[in-house]
C-alpha cells in the first residue's frame, strides 16, 4: 500500500484529498502546512507528497526546496489555483515532479499520482559516461573525483541522457519523458534546466545544444 502525504492550510480541500486517496486504498496522512509537512516526513517517508503552493508560513515551494535539499527523492505533486507559465516555471525548479492547476478533477489527480508512483518505482542503477557517473535510485553523481548535487529534474534529464549518448534528445522528448508532457512545463523550463545541468557538470562540457533541436551527450 502506498502512503500519500498531503498539505494543504484549505479544510475543505485537505479533506477532499484525503478521501480521495483514500478511497483508491491509499494510506494518506494530512497536515495544514509546509512546517507540518517536513515533521511528518523526519517521522516517516511517504511514497508521495502532494503540496499546496499557498500556504501560510512555509509555502509549498519553500517546502519542496527543503526536501531536495535534504537529498529526498520522493515524488511530488504541487497544487496551485496559479496557471501562469512563471507559477509553473517557478514549481518545477524548486524540485516538484509535476504541477496541477485547481480546481481539477479527481480522475486527473489519481492519474498524475500514479504516473509519478510508477516513474519512481522503475529499476534503477548506476549510469555513466567517460568519468560522469549517476546513482539513478540515489539522485546523485560523481564526475572525477567531484560530488554533483542534482535536483530530482535535473537527475531525471541527466539519466534519460545517459540512457542515450551521442543520441539527440528533443526538447519534446525531455518535456515527455521528464516533466510528463506539455501540461506540466514549458519548453523553456527545458532549456532552463539543461543550462543549470551543463554548468554542474563543469568542463569539459559534456551537454551539446543541437540548435532548433534538442540536446546530445557527447559527440
Excluded at 86 to 93: Q, S
Excluded at 144 to 170: C, D, H, K, M, W
Excluded at 191 to 206: A, E, F, H, I, N
Amino acid at each position: 500500500m502506498f502512503t500519500v502525504l498531503v498539505a494543504d492550510d484549505d479544510p475543505p480541500i485537505r479533506r477532499m484529498l484525503e478521501r480521495t486517496f483514500a478511497a483508491e486504498g491509499y494510506r494518506v496522512e494530512a497536515v495544514a502546512d509546509g512546517g507540518a509537512a517536513l515533521a511528518a516526513v523526519e517521522r516517516s517517508v511517504p511514497d508521495l507528497i502532494v503540496l499546496d503552493v499557498s500556504m501560510p508560513g512555509i509555502d509549498g515551494l519553500a517546502t519542496s526546496r527543503r526536501l531536495r535539499s535534504r537529498g529526498l527523492a520522493v515524488p511530488i505533486l504541487l497544487l496551485t489555483a496559479r496557471d501562469a507559465v512563471p507559477n509553473r516555471v517557478a514549481g518545477l525548479d524548486a524540485g516538484a515532479d509535476d504541477y496541477l492547476v485547481k480546481p481539477f478533477a479527481s480522475e486527473e489527480l489519481l492519474a498524475r499520482a500514479r504516473a509519478l508512483l510508477r516513474r519512481a518505482s522503475e529499476p534503477r542503477g548506476l549510469l555513466a559516461f567517460g568519468d560522469l557517473v549517476l546513482d539513478v535510485a540515489a539522485r546523485s553523481a560523481r564526475r572525477g573525483q567531484y560530488e554533483i548535487s542534482l535536483t530530482a529534474r535535473e537527475a531525471e534529464l541527466l539519466e534519460l541522457l545517459l540512457r542515450n549518448p551521442r543520441q539527440v534528445i528533443s526538447r519534446a522528448l525531455a518535456l515527455e519523458r521528464v516533466w510528463g508532457g506539455e501540461s506540466a512545463a514549458t519548453l523553456n523550463a527545458v532549456d532552463r534546466c539543461v543550462s543549470y545541468l551543463r554548468r554542474k557538470l563543469g568542463d569539459p562540457p559534456l551537454i551539446e545544444t543541437v540548435r532548433g533541436v534538442g540536446f546530445i551527450l557527447g559527440r
